[in-house]
């Protein structure tokens, strides 16, 4: 099985940085998506940044500027490098792999880390 491990999180003052590390481990032939998204108390879930296999990013607009994803595929772990945190940035979030490939030719599945708070207050 595939399981992904999220790390990172906690408390920070408005304006200051954390940075989430997720990392897959299992007999993983290919990640072809590596995505964060979060989840506030009493809101949707919502993707905050995804980041292809081959290095193509996408943001929401509310992180665009402020947040950076970027992804190790030797490791299959991928990272989000958050900047300049605001309240609103308080969630839980959750890393997901799409798309998994465990061998050549195999159905691909999507998996999710368990969550890691992030907290900005002061």
Do not use: H
Not at 11 to 26: E, K, T, Y
Not at 32 to 55: C, F, H, N
Not at 72 to 83: F, H, R
Request: net charge positive; aromatic share 8%.
């Amino acid at each position: 099985q595939v399981q992904l491990v999220e790390s990172g999180g906690g408390l920070v003052q408005p304006g200051g940085s954390l940075r989430l590390s997720c990392a897959a481990s299992g007999s993983i032939l290919i990640i072809a998506t590596m995505d964060w998204y979060r989840q506030a108390p009493g809101k949707q879930r919502e993707l905050v940044a995804g980041i292809s296999s081959s290095g193509r990013t996408n943001y929401a607009d509310s992180v665009k500027g402020r947040f950076t994803i970027s992804r190790d595929n030797a490791k299959n772990t991928v990272y989000l490098q958050m900047d300049s945190l605001k309240p609103e940035d308080t969630a839980v979030y959750y890393c997901k792999a799409g798309d998994v490939r465990l061998r050549v030719g195999s159905q691909g599945y999507d998996f999710w880390g368990q969550g890691t708070q992030v907290t900005v207050s002061s």
